[in-house]
């Protein structure tokens, strides 16, 4: 479940926090860190090694191909033996089975590990093809993660392990590995809501936190980004359904046909920001969008102009 949190009241040091974090129970370090993640996933961030990967992938298929170039040696002096079957490897896969354990010629010993190879090579290929999809992490919690690291609840005994520059700092957000990845990230459907989501969290700030209830687990006070979507979701809905009606009640007041038009390419240029902002459009339906918006205006001002008393 995703959620973005706020401290539920400041802490008195004469009376115990009334919610206490899950995570707070186990060691300092990795066993705290990763409870911590059990309870906020999207805090899940780790590296995805694209130099080691690159390398592992580079050096099996160095291996591959001095086994193709090994095989190819060894199919050309099979074919051309006068012992045994070995003539027939080529045509007859059978014949090579059949060699009594103990015989087996080298291309078919080479045969078996090439099959070996390839499985190792072809899995590794597909698991970075998927580590690739992952995307980065979300900036806010990215700066969750290091405030965490950084603050009370791992400290004095905080990381000091060779992993420790992974998730960067808060005074240096930025300063960290190019190849960080969120297993687990927010599912945001627009810049809009992103954008409400982010700064919804100031408003606890102004008395909104007393709408929201504590979380036992997580020891705050909780607002989820799933309500935000909902919220932003009717907000689209009502622009959408006035932007078009407001266009008309616009063009109905204006006499010149240039202001018309000139109201119509910035109804169009609102549209196209809309269809972006608030709908994260692609770009071909914000073109397909647009043009059938625009069409629709010039129809009305054309027929409006038709019909003076109108």
Known sequence: ML???????????????????????????YPRLSERISFKPETGIYRRFDGLNARHLLYLQA????????????????????????????????????????????????IIKMHEKLNQYNKALIQISILHQLKAPDR??????????????????????????IWGKTGDA??????????????????????????????????????????????????????VVKITLWVTSMIAAMLPIA????????????????TIAAFNVGMSFCLTFFANAKRAEVFAVTSAFAAVLVVFVSTDRGNPST
């Open 247 to 262: 266009s008309i009640l616009v063009l109905i007041q204006l006499e010149s046909l240039k202001a018309k038009l000139w």
């Open 3 to 29: 959620e973005k949190s706020t401290e539920r009241v400041k802490r008195d040091s004469t009376k115990a926090p009334l919610y206490l974090p899950a995570w707070m129970h186990h060691p300092v370090g």
């Open 140 to 165: 806010f919690d990215l700066h969750d993660l290091q405030s965490f690291l950084e603050g009370e609840n791992m400290a004095p005994e905080h990381m000091t392990g060779i992993d420790v520059d």
């Open 63 to 110: 291996e591959l191909c001095a086994m193709e170039k090994n095989l190819f040696w060894l199919e050309q002096q099979d074919n051309k033996s006068t012992s045994g079957k070995r003539s027939e490897y080529a045509t007859d896969y059978q014949c090579m089975l059949k060699e009594p354990h103990g015989e087996q010629s080298e291309q078919f010993k080479l």
């Open 174 to 227: 930025d300063n960290h590995p190019p190849d960080i990845v969120c297993v687990h990230p927010r599912d945001i459907p627009d810049k809009f809501s992103r954008v409400v989501s982010e700064r919804a969290i100031y408003l606890f700030k102004y008395g909104m936190g007393v709408f929201t209830k504590g979380d036992h687990h997580l020891g705050r006070k909780v607002y989820y980004d799933t309500t």
